[in-house]
C-alpha cells in the first residue's frame, strides 16, 4: 500500500509538472505574439481588420466588370437622351445654338469615350525585376520597389506612383494612367453639368407642371392601364426627370472628387503619399526639422509635370483640350528630385 501510495505522488508530481511546462510554453508564445517591442494599437487594429480588407478587395475585384458596364450604361442612355428629348427641343429655339451645342457637346463626348477608355484599359505600370534605384522590397510581391512604388492587393501586383485602385474603372489609377483618370473625371463633370445647364428648364416645366398637365398624365397612364398605345409624350417627361437628376448628383459628386485630386496635384501628391508625407512632417517636427516632399516643384511646374506638357513641342490644346497619347515626361523608375530650391540635411531630409 505504501508502494502504491508513493508511486500515486510521483505521478502527481509528473503530471503537475507537465502543465507548468505546457503554460509556460502557452505564456511565452503568447507574449511573443502580443507583447512585443514592435506591437502598437495601430498593428492591432490593422491585424483585426485583415480578414474585412481581404473581403473588400475580392469583392471590389469581381464586381469591377460590373462597375465598367454600368458606366457605359448611365453614359449611353444620358447621351440618347440628350438627341431624342433636348436636342430637338434646343433646335425648336434656334438652329444656331443647336449648331453650338452639337460642336460642343461632341467634343465634350469624345473627350469623356477616349480619356475613359485609355484610364481602364492601360496599364498603370509596374516595377521590372530589375530596377535603377530600389527603395524597399514588397513584403508581398518579394520583389524591389522603387520610389512611389506602392503594392495594390486587388490587382495583387506592385504599381508605379499608385495613386488608388478605382472600381469604376476595374483598374489601377497609376503613373501611366493618372492623367487619363483625371481628365476623364474633368470632362465628365463638364458634360454632367452641361447637360444639366440644358435640361433644367425642360426639367423645371415637367417638376411643376400645372393641375392641367397632371390629370393628361393621368389620362395616359389609365390609357396604358386598358392596353392602349402610351403617348410618347410620358416617356420624354420621365426621360427629361431621370437626365436632370442623374447629371445633377453625378455632377455634385465629380466636383468634391475633382478638388481633392486637384489639390493633391498642386502639392505633387498620390492619396498614399499624402498621408506618408503627414506622417513625415510630425516626426519631423519631434527632431525640429521641417520636412518638405521632395517632388514638389511648385503648383505650376506640377500641373505641367502631371498633364505632361512640360517637354518641348507639346501644348495645353493639342494635349489636354483634345485626345493625346502622349506619354508622362519621366519613366516611374526614377524621379527628378527638387533640389534647386533646397538644401539636404546629414539626415536626408529635405529643408526649405
Given at each position: ?6 508511486r ?9 509538472l ?10 511565452l508564445?503568447?507574449h ?22 481581404w ?10 466588370p460590373?462597375?465598367v ?5 448611365l ?33 465634350i463626348?469624345?473627350?469623356?469615350v477616349?480619356?475613359?477608355f ?26 524591389p ?5 506602392h503594392?495594390?492587393s ?19 489609377v ?5 492623367r ?10 463638364l ?6 445647364f ?7 416645366n ?24 402610351l ?22 459628386a ?11 496635384i498642386?502639392?505633387a501628391?498620390t492619396s498614399?503619399e499624402?498621408h506618408?508625407n ?16 521632395p ?8 500641373w505641367l ?8 513641342g ?7 483640350m ?9 519613366n ?21
Open positions: 500500500m505504501a508502494q502504491l501510495k508513493w500515486g505522488g510521483l505521478l502527481w508530481q509528473h503530471c503537475k507537465r502543465l507548468k511546462e505546457e503554460y509556460f510554453v502557452f505564456r508564445t503568447y511573443s505574439l502580443f507583447f512585443n517591442s514592435l506591437t502598437s494599437w495601430s498593428t492591432v487594429a490593422d491585424t483585426s481588420i485583415e480578414p474585412l480588407m473581403l473588400v478587395d475580392h469583392f471590389v475585384r469581381y464586381l469591377g460590373a462597375f458596364v454600368l458606366v457605359m450604361c453614359t449611353t442612355s444620358v447621351v440618347v437622351i440628350f438627341y431624342t428629348c433636348l436636342l430637338p427641343h434646343k433646335l425648336s429655339e434656334s438652329v444656331p445654338w443647336t449648331v453650338y451645342h452639337i460642336c460642343f457637346g461632341h467634343w463626348l469624345v473627350n469623356i477616349f480619356h475613359y485609355k484610364a481602364a484599359f492601360t496599364d498603370p505600370g509596374s516595377p521590372p525585376p530589375k530596377i535603377p534605384e530600389i527603395t524597399s522590397i514588397c513584403k508581398k510581391c518579394i520583389g520597389k522603387a520610389p512611389r512604388t503594392h495594390c486587388v490587382c495583387n501586383k506592385c504599381i508605379l506612383k499608385m495613386d488608388h485602385h478605382c472600381p469604376w474603372l476595374n483598374n489601377c497609376g503613373h501611366y494612367n493618372h487619363y483618370f483625371f481628365l476623364f473625371c474633368f470632362y465628365m463633370w458634360g454632367t453639368v452641361y447637360v444639366s440644358c435640361a433644367y428648364p425642360l426639367f423645371k415637367h417638376f411643376y407642371a400645372d393641375q392641367a398637365e397632371n390629370n393628361a398624365h393621368a389620362d395616359e397612364i389609365e390609357l396604358a392601364v386598358k392596353g392602349k398605345e403617348p410618347a409624350g410620358m416617356y420624354a417627361h420621365h426621360f427629361i426627370m431621370y437626365e436632370f437628376m442623374l447629371c445633377s448628383a453625378v455632377s455634385v465629380l466636383l468634391l472628387l475633382l478638388l481633392w485630386h486637384a489639390h493633391l498642386n502639392k501628391e498614399i499624402m506618408i503627414r506622417s513625415e512632417v510630425a516626426r519631423c517636427k519631434e527632431k525640429g526639422i521641417i520636412y518638405c516632399n517632388y514638389d516643384f511648385g503648383a505650376k511646374n506640377n509635370r502631371f498633364l505632361g506638357i512640360d517637354q518641348p507639346r501644348s495645353f490644346f493639342r494635349h489636354v483634345l485626345p493625346s497619347s502622349h506619354l508622362p515626361s519621366e516611374g523608375l526614377r524621379w527628378d528630385l527638387a533640389t534647386d530650391r533646397s538644401e539636404r540635411s546629414p539626415e536626408g531630409i529635405l529643408l526649405l
